[in-house]
């Protein structure tokens, strides 16, 4: 792993995304990255990994997701693994915002807001695990 990596697994379990944030948010300091980039990085993270952990499994099993960082220049690729459910986020519907919040399809939200943060987000099932793929454009400090 090199020092503009960051690699770490997750359990499936809600309480893991205060670990992922203590692991993110030094990496990202190191690197110079801005608070308003943090902030959106937090939020794609979270929104991708709690899909998986609520959404992922059908079963009550311990699985790990395992998640890399990788910051090249101005971009910052995250890769997400998992063995869940084979499941496509970039085949959800796009919410509508054009009909009253009472006849809006539940849930959808998440990966709008992953979508629109994000340069570019792919998906793929490879044997038995999903691969979401997300690049993200980052402004770093000069000296960094």
Same mark, same amino acid.
Do not use: W
């Given at each position: 792993?090199s020092p503009?990596e960051l690699a770490?697994?997750?359990?499936?379990?809600?309480?893991?995304?205060a670990?992922?944030f203590?692991l993110l948010?030094?990496?990202?300091?190191?690197h110079?990255?801005?608070?308003?980039?943090?902030?959106?990085?937090?939020? &794609?993270?979270?929104e991708?990994?709690?899909?998986?952990i609520?959404?992922?499994?059908?079963d009550?099993?311990?699985h790990?997701?395992?998640? =890399?960082?990788?910051?090249?220049g101005?971009?910052?690729h995250?890769?997400?693994?998992?063995?869940? =459910?084979?499941?496509?986020p970039?085949?959800?519907p796009?919410p509508?915002f054009?009909?009253p919040i009472e006849?809006?399809r539940i849930g959808?939200?998440?990966?709008?807001i992953v979508?629109?943060l994000?340069?570019? &987000?792919?998906?793929?099932?490879?044997?038995?695990r999903?691969h979401?793929?997300?690049?993200m454009? &980052?402004t770093?400090?000069a000296e960094c």
């Open positions: 792993m503009s770490f697994s997750l359990r499936n379990d809600r309480g893991e995304i670990r992922m203590s948010e030094p990496f990202c300091r190191a110079g990255i801005s608070d308003d980039d943090l902030f959106n990085i937090r939020l &794609v993270l979270d991708a990994v709690i899909n998986v609520v959404h992922g499994y059908d009550t099993a311990e790990l997701i395992d998640v =890399v960082l990788r910051l090249d101005g971009t910052l995250i890769q997400i693994r998992d063995d869940g =459910v084979p499941y496509n970039l085949d959800a796009t509508r054009d009909v006849q809006r959808g939200l998440g990966v709008h979508k629109s994000a340069r570019d &987000v792919r998906y793929r099932r490879e044997g038995n999903n979401l793929d997300i690049d454009a &980052v770093r400090k």
